[in-house]
């Protein structure tokens, strides 16, 4: 499925990364411990992120700190042992055109989960960690714009919002103490900001509200992230450009990502995410516009340079780069797992789930080839979602096959057993920890 594909006037970052040879000691004739090994055994040789195993199997860090809830090789999934991680959450999300469902586990302890009275998720979900747990928002039935939120192991009853006719996902971010969303009613897009316990009305324009074309709008969905205080808004435009503005106490003008070209008006909408490389602070990711109608939707990216003001902000590459190997005409997602790196996930043309890790090396984001999440190819039944790991994980993952929904953990490049989700279904699924 991963194939690499170079378009006109563009450029691929890929890493390539070999095997890693762990050795499992240092040899030495001096002494003998009654084992293979002679001389002191000081466990593994760090991994490319610093970690190493000591000889009794606890993982630390570069620094020698341990990693947390990981002091031993057993399964991530066995929550009755030593090792068990009982801190931080992770929440789920899963529904479908008519029904919601939610779970939510501490640690990786036991999922506790069950339907969602009056909810739905025609789209896919936004989820947040927010304040003590996690918000959420959902296009439920009749095109509605449902929230809910989620405290300990309880979900709250969904509230309709906002406005009607939404037309795809939601998007969800939190800038300080303050959740921002950014959904389409009818046509056009529309902000709401969620503070203490409660929403405002979640109706105003993305714009300016001056002058023509200064309310965004004419597509299903948008990226949206956070940069400190700072809340951006990227968009495909009708006319297949890529435009983005920001929102401090009031939108930006929109202004063009240089370079990038789009597949306007269709469900393969730009993902945007923090990213700390080099003079850049944000990357967005879209769809490149096809080159014939039947070819596929090649994923380039674009970078943003902060300044002072709006006029100095720099959008966009000297030319098109591309997220190596990706080739999808559906919707993808997004998300930082660290200052420095970020995920990419999608469903594949071979309805396989596969991601992609961009990291920061000086100014430039380079990209892995995309591979296989959990490690061998799985059927999902839309793109999985990905948040930032719990319990010393580098990342989590969520996917629903067949509308049964399961997650999977990536740590130090090495993949847990899948874990069902209790108490979900559905085929689209979000997922948030904390």
């Given at each position: 499925m991963a194939r690499l594909r170079i378009g006109s006037g563009g450029l691929f970052f890929a890493l390539l990364a070999g095997p890693l040879v762990v050795l499992g000691g240092i040899v030495a004739c001096e002494t003998d411990n009654g084992d293979t090994t002679h001389g002191p055994d000081i466990g593994t040789l760090p991994d490319a992120g610093g970690r190493r195993k000591l000889p009794d199997g606890a993982i630390v860090e570069a620094?020698?700190?341990?990693?947390?809830g990981d002091d031993d090789d057993d399964d991530d999934d066995d929550d009755t042992g030593p090792g068990a991680c009982t801190t931080g959450l992770t929440a789920v999300l899963a529904g479908n055109d008519t029904t919601l469902s939610g779970a939510v586990r501490t640690g990786d302890g036991a999922w506790?989960?069950?339907?969602?009275?009056?909810?739905?998720?025609?789209?896919?979900?936004?989820?947040?960690?927010?304040?003590?747990?996690?918000?959420?928002?959902?296009?439920?039935?009749?095109?509605?714009?449902?929230?809910l939120t989620a405290s300990g192991t309880a979900w709250s009853a969904p509230a309709v919002i906002g406005l009607g006719l939404v037309k795809g996902p939601p998007s969800l971010t939190v800038a300080g103490t303050r959740a921002h969303l950014v959904y389409t009613s009818d046509s056009f897009f529309k902000h709401g900001i969620y503070e203490g316990t409660s929403w405002n009305a979640a109706d105003a324009p993305v714009g300016t509200g001056t002058g023509a074309g200064e309310f965004s709008f004419g597509t299903f969905s948008g990226g949206l992230?956070?940069?400190?205080?700072?809340?951006?808004?990227?968009?495909?435009?009708g006319d297949n450009g890529l435009y983005a503005r920001t929102y401090g106490s009031a939108w930006s003008a929109a202004v063009p990502v240089f370079g990038a070209g789009t597949v306007g008006s269709t469900g393969a909408t730009p993902e945007i995410a923090p990213i700390s490389a080099g003079k850049s602070d944000l990357v967005i990711v879209y769809a490149y516009k096809k080159e014939t109608p039947a070819s596929q939707n090649a994923i380039a990216f674009a970078t943003r340079q902060p300044a002072e003001t709006e006029q100095?902000?720099?959008?966009?590459?000297?030319?098109?780069?591309?997220?190596?190997?990706?080739?999808?005409?559906?919707k993808f997602f997004l998300t930082a797992i660290s200052a420095t790196s970020v995920i990419l996930t999608f469903r594949g043309d071979d309805g396989n789930a596969y991601y992609t890790q961009g990291s920061a090396n000086g100014d430039a984001v380079e990209w892995t080839s995309p591979a296989a999440i959990g490690g061998a190819p799985t059927a999902v039944d839309t793109a999985p979602a990905v948040a930032k790991g719990a319990c010393g994980d580098d990342a989590v993952f969520a996917y629903a096959t067949a509308s049964a929904v399961s997650t999977v953990s990536l740590k130090a490049g090495a993949w847990s057993t899948p874990s069902a989700v209790t108490g979900t279904?559905?085929?689209?699924?979000?997922i948030a920890t904390k």
């Amino acid at each position: 499925m991963a194939r690499l594909r170079i378009g006109s006037g563009g450029l691929f970052f890929a890493l390539l990364a070999g095997p890693l040879v762990v050795l499992g000691g240092i040899v030495a004739c001096e002494t003998d411990n009654g084992d293979t090994t002679h001389g002191p055994d000081i466990g593994t040789l760090p991994d490319a992120g610093g970690r190493r195993k000591l000889p009794d199997g606890a993982i630390v860090e570069a620094d020698g700190a341990p990693v947390q809830g990981d002091d031993d090789d057993d399964d991530d999934d066995d929550d009755t042992g030593p090792g068990a991680c009982t801190t931080g959450l992770t929440a789920v999300l899963a529904g479908n055109d008519t029904t919601l469902s939610g779970a939510v586990r501490t640690g990786d302890g036991a999922w506790t989960g069950g339907a969602i009275a009056g909810g739905a998720a025609k789209s896919k979900p936004a989820l947040v960690a927010f304040g003590a747990g996690f918000l959420a928002a959902t296009r439920g039935a009749d095109d509605k714009l449902q929230s809910l939120t989620a405290s300990g192991t309880a979900w709250s009853a969904p509230a309709v919002i906002g406005l009607g006719l939404v037309k795809g996902p939601p998007s969800l971010t939190v800038a300080g103490t303050r959740a921002h969303l950014v959904y389409t009613s009818d046509s056009f897009f529309k902000h709401g900001i969620y503070e203490g316990t409660s929403w405002n009305a979640a109706d105003a324009p993305v714009g300016t509200g001056t002058g023509a074309g200064e309310f965004s709008f004419g597509t299903f969905s948008g990226g949206l992230a956070a940069v400190g205080s700072e809340v951006v808004f990227a968009e495909n435009g009708g006319d297949n450009g890529l435009y983005a503005r920001t929102y401090g106490s009031a939108w930006s003008a929109a202004v063009p990502v240089f370079g990038a070209g789009t597949v306007g008006s269709t469900g393969a909408t730009p993902e945007i995410a923090p990213i700390s490389a080099g003079k850049s602070d944000l990357v967005i990711v879209y769809a490149y516009k096809k080159e014939t109608p039947a070819s596929q939707n090649a994923i380039a990216f674009a970078t943003r340079q902060p300044a002072e003001t709006e006029q100095e902000k720099k959008w966009g590459n000297a030319e098109t780069q591309y997220v190596s190997g990706v080739l999808t005409a559906e919707k993808f997602f997004l998300t930082a797992i660290s200052a420095t790196s970020v995920i990419l996930t999608f469903r594949g043309d071979d309805g396989n789930a596969y991601y992609t890790q961009g990291s920061a090396n000086g100014d430039a984001v380079e990209w892995t080839s995309p591979a296989a999440i959990g490690g061998a190819p799985t059927a999902v039944d839309t793109a999985p979602a990905v948040a930032k790991g719990a319990c010393g994980d580098d990342a989590v993952f969520a996917y629903a096959t067949a509308s049964a929904v399961s997650t999977v953990s990536l740590k130090a490049g090495a993949w847990s057993t899948p874990s069902a989700v209790t108490g979900t279904t559905g085929t689209h699924v979000a997922i948030a920890t904390k």
